[in-house]
């Protein structure tokens, strides 16, 4: 009897040893990714011990000090609603007071379509949740279109709608050369897509470039998509940080709006509010009628649920709280104008520093983009030598946040661009 168990204990451990020997083999196959271009940068500066190092490659809102901000109105909100209220589950559609208070931003306080009714919201992860429930919805109801998306973009629109199976095209949008908006080779896209064409557009301090059409412009543009029924999606991830006016930076989606248009609109709270971890967001599909608007919500929800199910409910209450307060919302238009006009300053103060080195090329761009990103134009080759020499850090592309440029190292900034690209 104890041989037969010895036996089989024997076949039992050559079983298990044979079944460890296969599940090791799962995920051989599997190789490391591959490092994400701007958080990647961020790992390299934390990695780096120099006293002298300075991050302007990820997209975070510094104060004068090179420290993150935690604005005044959310401290309030979050006094307010300490205590107040309970962790239960938001609907799959999120916040309703959040979605309505996000949707008077966009579309204005007095729209008709609000009042209509004719708006399908729901609340998403920040703008890239909001993107992509969008490339899904996409991909479920017009499965044999494609997305349209400018050269260059933020990296991951990309990867959002590749991971949604929506094949990808590009359009024309910045010009090396001028350091401004191709604004002829954008027109020629725009008339030589197919009609009925997808279009991902950047509402305001278009990323990585600061490169934003005129109102004329806009105009135009609206007016050839209405010629080629084409779909516009607006990624609007800085309304009020671009110029410090909320309704400024909203101007391109009022001029579609006024054009007839039925737009989408993915807005994130991650710059503005500086809510980046509270991932509080919003997408929006404006539609023929409320019926439509019904049915559009309806499967918008329907695709989140399989996600995440429903959306978290701290941010929403801190952007709804000062939303619907006129004292909080007040202040907070201060505040966001604030943190715009100190990455104005910036930007003159860069453009000055490297005109006073006596640079012989010209950085009129710098003033003239917007937006929390300068397109510097440098090569990814100067790029190496800022960090390698100067232990500055940024994007290969030459984009700059200027939001980690402060009083104390944007001399030191100029000196090093200046070094790396005074010949040339």
Known sequence: MAHLIRAGSSCRLASSGAARSMSTAWWRHVEPAAKDPILGVTEAF???PSPAKVNVGVGAYRDDNGKPVVLECVREAERRIAGNSNMEYLPMGGSVNMVQETLKLAYGEDSDLIKDKRIAAVQA???TGACRLFADFQKRFSPDSQIYIPVPTWSNHHNIWRDAHVPQRTFHYYHPESKGLDFAGLMDDVKNAPNG??????ACAHNPTGVDPTEEQWKEI???FKVKGHFALFDMAYQGFASGDPERDA???????????LIGCAQSYAKNMGLYGQRVGCLSVVCEDDKQAVAVKSQLQQLARPMYSNPPVHGALIVSTILSDPDLKKLWLKEVKGMADRIIGMRTALKQNLEKLGSPLSWEHITKQIGMFCYSGMTPEQVDRLTNE???YMTRNGRISMAGVTTGNVGYLANAIHEVTKSG
């Open 222 to 224: 609206s007016n050839q």
């Open 46 to 48: 934390l990695a780096d």
């Open 390 to 392: 100067f232990h500055i």
């Open 251 to 261: 101007k391109s989606i009022r001029i579609f709006l006024e054009d007839g248009h």
């Open 125 to 127: 992860l920040s703008g």
């Open 197 to 202: 064409s997808f279009f991902l557009l950047h």
